[in-house]
């Protein structure tokens, strides 16, 4: 059983902090990939060494964690980047009658602890992580093959605008935008 979303907590933490956060939030994002233990991007210490190696030190790094108690339940984490004219382009087609300008940000990494999926925690750190950006869209990217997050990020109202291999050890993913006034 799983608490109700009224007694989960939501907590911020920059770079700095997250690397304190190992304990809590690998064992969630190999629970929510066992099933691909086998290909080395999903292993649990690769994702922390891209944790604490890229994405902890961009500029405005946001970690957030859901808690019951003192158990971590699920986390998002993101920061802003640039957007590059292929994004920029990508996302008028996708939202037409927009110009997008400044930088995007970047929905980085989200995952919830299965016995916790399927409860409103999920949406509610995905908002919390989006909530008071400054930023007009948000970005993330998602495999083509995980049907229940793209349906719960559509519900959400993102949308696809293409397709990406972010890394070379990594399988294509679908990218994904969101307006964030439209969600927040």
């Not at 293409?162 to 969600?183: C, K, V």
């Amino acid at each position: 059983m799983t608490a109700p979303t009224s007694d989960v907590t939501l907590r911020h933490s920059d770079g700095e902090e997250a690397l304190d956060m190992r304990d809590h939030i690998v064992p969630i994002y190999a629970a929510t990939r066992a099933h691909l233990r086998d290909n080395p991007f999903y292993q649990p210490e690769n994702f922390w060494s891209r944790l604490i190696g890229t994405h902890a030190k961009t500029r405005d790094f946001d970690l957030v964690t859901a808690w019951i108690n003192t158990t971590c339940i699920g986390y998002a984490f993101g920061s802003p980047s640039a957007a590059d004219s292929a994004l920029e382009n990508q996302l008028k087609a996708a939202f037409p009658g927009t110009e997008p300008a400044g930088p995007v940000y970047v929905f980085r990494e989200f995952s919830v602890d299965p016995a916790h999926q399927r409860h409103g925690h999920g949406a509610r750190i995905h908002d919390e992580l989006l909530r008071g950006r400054p930023e007009r869209f948000a970005r993330l990217l998602v495999r083509a093959d995980n049907e229940p997050a793209q349906a719960a990020y559509r519900r959400w109202g993102w949308v696809t605008i293409g397709t990406e291999q972010p890394f070379e050890n990594s399988s294509p993913f679908d990218a994904m935008a969101l307006e964030i006034r439209q969600r927040i």
